[in-house]
Nanobody, 115 residues
Framework: QVQLVESGGGLVQPGGSLRLSCVAS????????LAWYRQAPGKERELVAF???????DYTDSVRGRFTISRDNAKNTVYLQMNDLKPEDTAIYYC?????????WGQGTQVTVSA
């Protein structure tokens, strides 16, 4: 059974930065493309960024140039460095693999951007 544990969220002012981490257990982590998703209140979950097995990356347009996804296969961990945060980035952030079916979702980590 795969288990995902996200951390690193918090309350930050506009323009600030956060680094999210997600540790996966119960899977051979290096065999999958990994992704960060987010869900804002009243909205559907959306893909934010993904990193392939060979560390190619891509981002949704709204975060490109501000967020950076990376992975450490030795630690079974995927990261999301978020810079120049905006109020519209406020959401619960989740990690998972890019492919379907998804692993069981973790609890996520809340990111709130507010002055």
């Amino acid at each position: 059974q795969v288990q995902l544990v996200e951390s690193g969220g918090g309350l930050v002012q506009p323009g600030g930065s956060l680094r999210l981490s997600c540790v996966a257990s119960g899977t051979n982590f290096r065999n999958d493309a990994l992704a960060w998703y987010r869900q804002a209140p009243g909205k559907e979950r959306e893909l934010v960024a993904f990193v392939t097995k060979i560390s190619n990356t891509d981002y949704t347009d709204s975060v490109r140039g501000r967020f950076t996804i990376s992975r450490d296969n030795a630690k079974n961990t995927v990261y999301l460095q978020m810079n120049d945060l905006k109020p519209e980035d406020t959401a619960i952030y989740y990690c998972n693999r890019r492919a379907l079916p998804s692993w069981p979702w973790g609890q996520g980590t809340q990111v709130t951007v507010s002055a």
